[in-house]
């Protein structure tokens, strides 16, 4: 059974930064595509970055040039560094990942999903 756990979440100033972490487990996803969504009160899940099987990213406009996909295969983890936070990336930040090489921005290319963990910045 796959299982995803984020870790890494929590309360920072504007401007700080924080990691997250996603550790996958029942399946090796290293020639996979995994991603990054958050969620924020009332409103849709939307998509923050993704990092496909040969290594290539991509992201969200309102995260571009602040936050940093990365994964470590061995650990079979994926990371989200996210620095100079802004109060609009309040929200609940989610792993998932997907049986295809490219994942893309859309949530339903994407077959698990962790639990989610809560990132809130104050202004």
């Known amino acids: 059974q796959v299982q995803l756990v984020e870790s890494g979440g929590g309360l920072v100033q504007a401007g700080g930064s924080l990691r997250l972490s996603c550790t996958a487990s029942g399946r090796t996803f290293s020639r996979y595509a995994m991603g990054w969504f958050r969620q924020a009160p009332g409103k849709e899940r939307e998509f923050v970055a993704v990092?496909?099987?040969?290594?290539?990213?991509a992201y969200a406009d309102s995260v571009k040039g602040r936050f940093t996909i990365s994964r470590d295969g061995a650990k079979n983890t994926v990371y989200l560094q996210m620095n100079s936070l802004k109060p609009e990336d309040t929200a609940v930040y989610y792993c998932?990942?997907?049986?295809?090489?490219?994942?893309?921005?859309?949530?339903?290319?994407?077959?698990?999903w962790g639990q989610g963990t809560q990132v809130t910045v104050s202004s």
């Open positions: 990092i496909r099987s040969g290594g290539s990213t």
């Open positions: 998932a990942a997907t049986n295809t090489w490219y994942g893309g921005s859309a949530h339903y290319n994407y077959d698990y």
